[in-house]
């Protein structure tokens, strides 16, 4: 029972560097999120997809890229990364994109940009 | 302006009490969905309820309790005979139905302490 799967779980980068996480997900949900978490802020969205090839910004989508190439992966990346973007990122997928539509969460990705 | 008010951001209560987290929202669809996960020290985002904006009756799923207040907009969290494992954060969201695919959206988040 895999779920929403979350690669790298941890990791250190330098102000500058590149990066990407990968959410795969094996429910054959059509809708994927990307959030981060910061103290004393819940979760805020990045980008999110509804479906194969399409995505949409969400709350804070500046300093993020995304692509959804196939259903069951939502790629998030960081092309420069700044110490602003240290943060827990949680990919999320949902079966409906209606108001009943339940998220199923990954584990989270701990980022720490030094 | 805020869709999810957690105005609480700590509470403390006794094993074996009940506690009550607050929520409220604001939108002006029609229909919605509110819900509830918990996040324990350990991380991870669970799912524990969720309410309608068309149900009537108030949601509960075990232990929890959803009492949802529409003309109030609020919608807060109910746990009853509070466990250690209870402690943690808890969030309250709301997914709108405005388009037909709206992200939910999340509060700032309460943590629970359950003294012993």
């Known amino acids: 029972n895999a779920g929403v799967t979350q690669t790298p779980k941890f990791r250190v980068l330098k102000t500058g560097q590149s990066m990407t996480l990968l959410c795969a997900q094996d429910?054959?949900?059509?809708?994927m999120y990307w959030y981060r978490q910061d103290p004393g802020m819940g979760l805020r969205l990045i980008h999110y997809?509804?479906?194969?090839?399409?995505?949409a910004k969400g709350e804070v989508p500046d300093g993020y890229n995304v692509s959804r190439l196939k259903k069951q992966n939502f790629l998030l990346g960081l092309e420069s990364a700044a110490p602003s973007q240290t943060s827990v990122y949680f990919c999320?997928?949902?079966?409906?994109?209606?108001?009943?539509?339940?998220?199923?969460f990954g584990e989270g990705s701990r980022l720490t940009v030094l | 302006a805020q869709k999810i008010t957690q105005t609480q951001p700590g509470m403390f209560v006794q094993e074996k009490e009940a506690v009550t987290l607050d929520c409220t929202y604001d939108?002006?669809?029609?229909?919605?969905?509110l819900f509830w996960y918990k996040q324990p020290s350990s991380g991870e985002m669970i799912f524990l309820i969720y309410q309608g904006s068309y149900d009537e009756q108030n949601a509960t799923e075990g232990r929890y309790s959803l009492n949802f207040q529409k003309a109030r907009k609020s919608a807060n969290l109910v746990i009853s005979a509070s466990q250690l494992g209870d402690s943690a954060m808890y969030f309250c969201?709301?997914?709108?139905?405005?388009?037909?695919?709206?992200?939910?959206?999340f509060g700032k988040g309460t943590r629970l302490s359950v003294i012993a």
């Open positions: 939108t002006s669809d029609q229909s919605y969905g």
């Open positions: 429910m054959n949900h059509e809708y």
């Open positions: 969201a709301m997914r709108e139905a405005r388009s037909g695919n709206t992200p939910l959206v």
């Open positions: 999320a997928s949902s079966r409906s994109g209606r108001a009943t539509g339940e998220l199923f």
């Open positions: 997809s509804v479906g194969e090839g399409t995505t």
